[in-house]
Each structure stands twice: as C-alpha cells, then as structure tokens.
C-alpha cells in the first residue's frame, strides 16, 4: 500500500522576475535600448509619444 497523501496541497505560485524588457530592465540593441511599456487603455496621445522618445 501507497503512503502517499490523497492529494497534493497546493503550492503558492512562484514569484520571478519578469523575462520581458521594461523600464527597469532596459536590453540592448543594435540601434539602441530596448523595453516595453504597458500603456493604460493601450493608446496614447502625441505629447505621450513624444515624452517617450526624449
């Protein structure tokens, strides 16, 4: 007979850093910095653009 409990307790999720470049975490390129920037509601205006290209 099996000592094997019934069933498997779950675990809580492991925290790791992200893999994706951002603001933080800049990765280079050949043309320059690379990184991804989560914009609220996936849109902004040209003053936005423009602050992120400075």
Known sequence: M???PD?????????RP???PGLVRVVAA??????RIKLPG???DARQA???AA
């Open 7 to 15: 069933s498997i307790p779950a675990s809580s999720p492991v925290v």
């Open 42 to 44: 996936g849109r902004l």
């Open 30 to 35: 050949a043309d320059g910095g690379l990184c």
């Open 50 to 52: 423009r602050a992120i």
């Open 2 to 4: 099996s000592s094997a």
């Open 18 to 20: 992200s893999a994706c």
